[in-house]
């Protein structure tokens, strides 16, 4: 599974850019203009439908200037989800650190992965495919993945701590691993008009089925 500021994103906007270099100030404008152009192009068609060409023109500039900013597609697309990665993680990690009851926790920690599933589905999608041939990519989803899943599984062993939620089996790494995967999986399929309840009514279901696993109630 790829990764999972708490605020809603206009889902007219790309991420903001990531500056990768030091450079003058028109640089940095083209490269943001081709992330906006990628932005576009994945709400229209899947990532193997879109070409150098189309991204250049996309931020007016040509193909062979293209090559000044990126290397390749696949780096424009990659720049767009390292961005996009801070948004996920601040989606899980901000509730849990938020101090309310257990109920209104978990709540949000789901509404806010599937906000981001219906904002950035397109780029979501992608990176998917994109990580499975991308070493360095696939590496860096996985590190934040796996800070994801640790605040998750910390938030769980306190709740055990305090008596509030039953000790385990199962471990709490292996059960926020098994519920951070839930969510990821029902965002996809959402993002692709397969959510059969609705928003509230996913969230609500998805809530349920936390509170079972972690507290033994509903």
Do not use: C
């Given at each position: ?204 279901t998805l809530a349920v089925v936390t509170m079972r696993a972690v507290y033994g109630d509903g």
């Amino acid at each position: 599974m790829p990764a999972l500021e708490i605020g809603q994103v206009d889902d007219r906007t790309p991420p903001a850019t990531v500056r990768r270099r030091r450079g003058p100030r028109k640089g940095d404008l083209k490269e943001a203009a081709i992330l906006e152009a990628a932005w576009r192009l994945l709400a229209e068609k899947p990532i193997t439908s879109i070409s150098i060409d189309e991204l250049a023109a996309g931020a007016g500039i040509s193909r062979s200037s293209f090559y000044f900013y990126f290397p390749s597609r696949d780096a424009v697309i990659g720049a767009l989800a390292r961005r996009t990665s801070e948004d996920l993680s601040m989606a899980v990690l901000a509730p849990l650190s938020s101090g309310r009851p257990p109920r209104e926790v978990v709540q949000s920690v789901v509404r806010n992965l599937l906000d981001r599933w219906q904002t950035h589905g397109p780029l979501l999608r992608s990176m998917d495919a994109l990580a499975e041939r991308d070493a360095d990519l696939r590496a860096f989803w996985h590190s934040i993945t796996t800070d994801i899943v640790a605040a998750y599984a910390a938030a769980i062993d306190a709740e055990r701590a305090r008596g509030t939620a039953p000790a385990g089996p199962p471990q709490a790494l292996d059960l926020a691993w098994a519920l951070t995967n839930l969510y990821w999986r029902a965002g996809h399929q959402m993002s692709l008009g397969q959510d059969p309840g609705g928003g509230e009514r996913l969230v609500e279901t998805l809530a349920v089925v936390t509170m079972r696993a972690v507290y033994g109630d509903g």
